[in-house]
């Protein structure tokens, strides 16, 4: 599967992106699929993620209450719905997916075979 992350920008804080990961080659449903984010400096940190099935999410505590990674089959595409942004959420985001995660907290970059290219956000205070 090929996988293309679009929708950064540059937004106040407070303000809302969706981030969308589109998927070809092969049926994005068929793979879990997290949200990763990296900021300069930093290591690679998990977001979000969510199951083959779509039916179980999670999230970074750092996020909890105001992301949400949601998928549309029809489109094969997995979102990422940011609101209430902060200056600390910015960082180049990346989705990444594998047919053998099989839970929606996994954590480790590592685990997942196939990237997307990245998509800056930037949120200025």
């Known amino acids: 599967v090929q996988l293309q992350a679009f929708g950064g920008g540059l937004v106040q804080a407070g303000g809302f992106l969706r981030l969308s990961c589109a998927a070809s080659?092969?049926?994005?449903?068929?793979?879990?699929v997290a949200w990763f984010r990296q900021a300069p400096g930093k290591e690679r940190e998990f977001v979000a993620g969510?199951?083959?099935?779509?039916?179980?999410?999670s999230y970074a505590d750092s996020v909890k209450g105001r992301f949400a990674i949601s998928g549309d089959n029809a489109k094969n595409t997995v979102y990422l719905q940011m609101n209430s942004l902060k200056p600390e959420d910015t960082a180049v985001y990346y989705c990444?997916?594998?047919?053998?995660?099989?839970?929606?907290?996994?954590?480790?970059?590592?685990?997942?075979?196939?990237w997307g290219q990245g998509t800056q956000v930037t949120v200025s205070s």
């Open positions: 990444a997916a594998d047919p053998s995660v099989i839970t929606a907290a996994q954590a480790m970059a590592a685990q997942y075979d196939h």
């Open positions: 080659g092969r049926t994005v449903s068929s793979y879990a």
């Open positions: 969510v199951t083959k099935s779509g039916g179980r999410t």
